[in-house]
């Protein structure tokens, strides 16, 4: 059932703790969504962009993830201007590695220089002294994997970065990563109706790395009028999307979702998923249904 037992929802998620030191509320949220189309300039409302970052805050929220290239930078710059100065527990993952030539264009560029001031900006963007997490957004074919997390790496030795995460890579590409330096996260897709990177996330289950899934709350033809997700949705009075949220909870206590919106209402909605408490059945139903 969907409970209210906590103002702060997002706390029934239970912890992780990245790398090691930085513990989070499992269920965090992506600021990709407070953009303008294709995730280029300014959100329609500014203020009620600000709005959702503060109430995911009060609702229990303590991991925020975003990239440089969400904007660009007005991800970020939002970000700051809602939250900062940050609370103690308050822990925002950034990503670097794509430039943006305008809406829905994204190229990677994973040059040493190009991640060193990119980084460089997030911090004076976030107005922070260390990234608690910083993400290659993508592995760039063109440039060597060492010279790209080599410096990654220099930037981490400099107190800048806290930890190192990926995204969108494959188990060998994240040996690889582990031979050249210390990897605390992988953020890939994955959702119930998804789960292509399932051997990434096994990867992950096994070194106790966080996975963070991107598109958490996809359900495809699961949803449909008669389908598995209708019948459990009802007998929990809960939304499909809030469902999927609790099925990747219960998968893995490595999963970190962040559902993304950039509305009140819809934040509410995602974060009392923490609350939903699937059944042993109903856990396997979905899994064998997507």
């Known amino acids: 059932m969907v409970t209210n037992i906590s103002e702060q929802p997002a706390k029934a998620s239970g912890t992780y703790r990245i790398g090691g030191d930085v513990t989070v509320n499992r269920l965090?949220?992506?600021?990709?969504q407070i953009t303008g189309p294709g995730v280029w300039g300014d959100p329609k409302d500014p203020a009620e962009a600000v709005r959702v970052l503060r109430r995911a805050v009060e609702l229990g929220v303590t991991f925020i993830d975003t990239a440089d290239s969400y904007g660009p930078f007005v991800s970020e710059l939002l970000i700051r201007e809602a939250l900062h100065p940050y609370a103690d527990d308050l822990v925002i993952a950034t990503k670097g590695?794509?430039?943006?030539?305008?809406?829905?264009?994204?190229?990677?560029?994973?040059?040493?220089e190009y991640l060193r001031q990119q980084c460089e900006l997030s911090l004076r963007h976030l107005g922070l002294d260390s990234i608690p997490l910083y993400q290659l957004h993508r592995i760039d074919p063109q440039v060597p994997l060492a010279d790209q997390l080599g410096e990654l790496?220099?930037?981490?030795q400099e107190g800048k970065i806290q930890h190192i995460g990926l995204?969108?890579?494959?188990?060998?590409?994240?040996?690889?990563?582990?031979?050249?330096?210390?990897?605390?996260?992988?953020?890939?897709?994955?959702?119930?109706?998804?789960?292509?990177?399932?051997?990434?996330l096994e990867y992950c289950e096994?070194?106790?790395?966080?996975?963070?899934?991107?598109?958490?709350?996809?359900?495809?033809e699961l949803a449909r009028p008669g389908g598995p997700?209708?019948?459990?949705?009802?007998?929990?009075?809960?939304?499909?999307a809030q469902l999927a949220l609790a099925w990747l909870l219960r998968r893995s206590p490595?999963?970190?979702?962040i559902p993304g919106t950039s509305s009140v209402a819809h934040l509410e909605e995602n974060v009392s998923a923490a609350d939903v408490r699937l059944t042993d059945d109903e856990f396997e139903a979905l899994a064998k249904a997507s």
Request: no cysteine; aromatic share 8%; hydrophobic share 45%.
């Open 229 to 240: 997700l209708d019948a459990i949705s009802t007998a929990h009075g809960a939304s499909p």
């Open 97 to 112: 590695g794509f430039t943006r030539s305008g809406p829905g264009d994204w190229r990677v560029v994973g040059r040493p």
């Open 206 to 220: 096994r070194n106790d790395l966080a996975f963070i899934p991107w598109f958490p709350i996809a359900t495809g």
């Open 153 to 156: 790496a220099l930037l981490q």
């Open 167 to 200: 995204s969108e890579v494959s188990v060998a590409q994240i040996e690889e990563s582990r031979a050249i330096t210390t990897i605390a996260s992988v953020q890939n897709l994955y959702n119930l109706a998804n789960r292509s990177a399932e051997d990434v």
């Open 28 to 32: 965090g949220y992506g600021a990709m």
């Open 254 to 257: 490595v999963l970190l979702p």
